[in-house]
């Protein structure tokens, strides 16, 4: 750490920082990750520096500064920095983004854990922001004109296709069966409802 400062203090006024100065930032955090004061005060310093947009290039530094600040209750400030940093792993900042969400509906909530079903819809009420999915949310649902093929053959055949006209289905979508057996138990299933 004293190392670290040092080398901060003398690239003060050095634009960019020196690679070495980013990497060393990200191999303090990386061996600090339990929430401890060293890796506060680690945290404090980078988010205090003029040079914080270059230490948030780095995921390790990226991941123990969103951990102190949940860990403080600073869940909006932890959600802007991962809005804003620029570190390249951004699934892990997705996911990241999330286990965010989790905690503060966890603690809204008094809860010691939440349920696939609550994860599920807490990532839906909070996607993660563009700057972190550039291409768009992923989308589990299938193309319109594969849809409309699996509509057509419940209305016009059978709701409920044996296991040969599944595999038919399935052949011709260029799906997996499996896929097109929960495609049709989801159908039967909102109808009744």
Not at 22 to 32: M, N, R, V, Y
Not at 85 to 92: D, Q, S, V
Not at 98 to 116: A, G, N, S
Not at 165 to 176: C, F, I, K
Request: charged share 30%.
């Amino acid at each position: 750490m004293k190392r670290f400062m040092a080398m901060l203090n003398r690239n003060e006024n050095t634009d960019p920082p020196p690679t070495k100065l980013l990497d060393l930032a990200g191999e303090l955090c990386q061996a600090l990750q339990s929430l401890s004061p060293a890796l506060e005060k680690l945290v404090g310093v980078i988010m205090g520096c003029k040079h914080k947009m270059h230490f948030l290039t780095n995921i390790h530094v990226v991941r123990a500064c969103v951990h102190v600040h949940v860990h403080n209750g600073q869940h909006d400030t932890a959600c802007r920095l991962l809005e804003d940093c620029k570190a390249g792993e951004k699934e892990e900042l997705v996911q990241l983004w999330h286990e965010i969400h989790y905690q503060r509906v966890m603690e809204k909530h008094k809860r010691d854990f939440l349920t696939p079903l609550q994860k599920f819809r807490c990532r839906k009420r909070y996607p993660p922001p563009l700057s972190l999915c550039p291409e768009g949310l992923k989308t589990r649902s299938y193309p319109e004109e594969i849809r409309q093929q699996l509509h057509r053959f419940a209305a016009e055949v059978t709701a409920n296709p044996d296991k040969k006209q599944r595999e038919e289905l399935a052949r011709d979508m260029n799906l997996h069966p499996t896929q097109v057996y929960n495609w049709f138990a989801n159908y039967r299933r909102r109808r009744k409802s």
